[in-house]
């Protein structure tokens, strides 16, 4: 009930903050002046052109240093990130990390206490919900009870005064496009949850919008029913052409639909990448945690040599690594390795010389089997004392290479598959 | 017998135990409010006839039963007594109960949109006139309207009148009273609705283009309705009937239904008319209930 107050509020208080203007010493999009004037609501709906005045490096959305507190807590804290035209984006992190508050300004629910969000290089930030080009698919779909499927889709067309001819039009091309055929007199309530999740999606694309938000639109779907729908929506967005930022705490979602993911962290983005680089290459140690499952060893730089660095850990003895991109110059790093990278055989790999060196070969006694079907998991005490996971995949039905609890083996990876981190 | 029906034999006792009661505390005292409407006048005690004694034998019930007639209710549809009681009753409830809607409706919204640690406050506040006696708070009224009542004597310090303006014993008066007493019973079922409105359905509407009005002509009210229903049932029901405020407050130039009926069980002491009264305002209230009951049984099947 709150936010719908507040909600209340900040429409009948549209003039804008002094935080709104306090970041202008920013360099500005050069194009920001021919930028096109607000729109009114009927030419909001209109087929977008091409947006010719708008240089090609501008992106159609820039949030510019946004802080957001609510009381004492900090939501967001002084958080830029741009995001391009027609880019499936997906803002990721766990609860409470910022990252529905972010989605719910750029809807126009929250306002920022600073900072700025550019649209096709327009100030959008204390522009009230009902006036912007953007449209959001609501967690709980928040269909109207009271409507049905096709007054649904429809509220928003009514808005901005459409012929009848045109938004029936434009309600069958969407009753189409979400797969809805035949079900536009039910009520929401006597729709399933998939259905419902349709309507929902039809709902916020009928108007069109430059920029469709999705406030985890898959999290009421049972798994089977997600991992379909999740590549019905790449599909439709790649149709479409429209942009959609997607905000999920399921980082198997993100890193399936988006293009690009950015991790959220107490307000703040830890990492901007696309998902690959996300789970090669993390920037920081809790992305490497927080985006699937990792082995961490803590040590120091021993020695520099041919692109190759000997880090000394307590608990895995010396350990042969990449040497980063960037590096930081300090002597305490944290080494991370991914499970699936980290091999398992009774004897370790084949002895080559001109390799040996360059292969890290750690022997232990695995303590644990998981068999996930797909993968199994090994959990293996080094002789160091470390723990390191290992999973495997079951290539074969029959597998003789399984191993058991109480076995010795060797654990090895090459350097190239490790990361280094601070710690 | 199993472990299910221990628990669900009680269970369904419990829920026939209202019909019990309905037929032992409505339907039984309505047979003879009925009966008495069938029979004539008498002077005698009780004051009509005829009188079922069931030790006199078939003959004489029989007998009885034949002197039941319909004239009583004739001289309802035949008097404009009564006719223009009715009339006036139905009035005055649609009149109450629109302003009832039109003031509940906003005290109810606004509760609704309270931070939810201060609505339960607010609902307080609504009940807390109920802790006093309902006669006490319309006799209080009655010194506040008077002649040199609280509201006179505070226009004439601020010299806003000249002379004491009559306000007890006006039709005025009246709506003043049945209006502060039914708030609540308007109140209080708007509020439930109100209340357990998803917000996300506003922002939805706000998201799709809708401006606050906007959204809460297309969204807000159509959703409030069955709370507006049931208000609006709750308050013009028993203003048909009601009998104190007006008796108290009004001028007795013409009568609600609830007053004729008194007068003519107490005054005049014609039972079998007074029940004929009775018998007809309970069929007139029986549509709207119907109505009410039907649309809620729509309401269920849908959900």
Known sequence: MGRAWQMAEELSNPEPQAGATADSALPEPDSEASAPPAKSEAEADLPQPELPAIAPEVPLLRIEGVVKTFGRFRAIDALSLDIRAGEFFALLGPSGCGKTTLLRMLAGFETPDEGRILLHGTDIAQMPPHLRPVNMMFQHYALFPHLNVRDNIAFGLRRIGMTPLELNARVAEMVALVKLDGLEKRKPDQLSGGQRQRVALARSLARRPQLLLLDEPLAALDKKLREGTQFELMALQRRLGTTFVIVTHDQEEAMTVADRIAVMDSGRLEQVATPRELYEAPRSRWVAEFVGDVNIFEGEIESREAGRLLVATKTAGTLAVAEPRRPNGKALVCVAIRPEKVKLSRRGPAVDDSHTHAINRLEGTVTDVSYLGGVTLYQVKLDGGALLRSSMANTARLDLDAYSAGQRVVAWFTPDDCVVLEP | ?303
């Open chain 2, 1 to 303: 017998m199993s472990v299910r029906d221990a628990f669900t034999r009680p269970a369904r006792l419990a829920a026939r135990a209202p019909y019990l009661w309905m037929v032992l505390f409505f339907l039984v005292p309505f047979g003879f409010v009925a009966k008495i409407s069938l029979s004539q006048t008498a002077i005698a005690q009780p004051p009509y006839v005829p009188l079922f004694d069931l030790t006199l034998g078939v003959a004489a019930i029989k007998a009885a039963f034949a002197a039941l007639s319909l004239d009583n209710f004739r001289l309802l549809v035949s008097d404009d007594l009564y006719v223009l009681s009715y009339l006036r009753s139905l009035l005055v409830a649609a009149i109450s109960t629109s302003i009832l809607l039109l003031i509940g409706y906003p005290i109810a919204y606004g509760m609704a949109r309270l931070p939810r640690t201060w609505q339960p406050v607010a609902m307080m506040l609504v009940i807390v006139p109920f802790w006093t006696s309902f006669l006490i708070r319309i006799y209080a009224w009655i010194n506040i309207l008077q002649h040199d009542g609280l509201l006179n004597q505070i226009l004439l310090a601020l010299h806003l009148v000249s002379t004491p303006v009559v306000w007890l014993s006006t039709d005025g008066a009246m709506y003043l009273g049945i209006v502060y007493s039914y708030l609540p019973f308007m109140i209080l079922p708007l509020y439930a609705t109100l209340a357990k409105m998803d917000p996300a359905l506003l922002e939805a509407a706000s998201d799709l283009g809708a401006p606050p009005r906007g959204a809460f002509w297309l969204v807000t009210f159509p959703l409030s309705l069955p709370g507006v229903a049931a208000g609006v049932l709750l308050c013009f029901i028993p203003i048909v009937g009601e009998f104190v405020i007006p008796d108290l407050l009004a001028g007795s130039d013409s009568l609600m239904i609830g007053q004729t009926l008194w007068l003519e069980f107490f005054n005049n002491k014609d039972w079998p008319v007074a029940s004929a009264v009775a018998v007809a305002l309970l069929a007139l209230l029986l549509v709207p209930l119907l109505l009410y009951e039907r649309m809620q049984r729509r309401q269920l099947e849908r959900a």
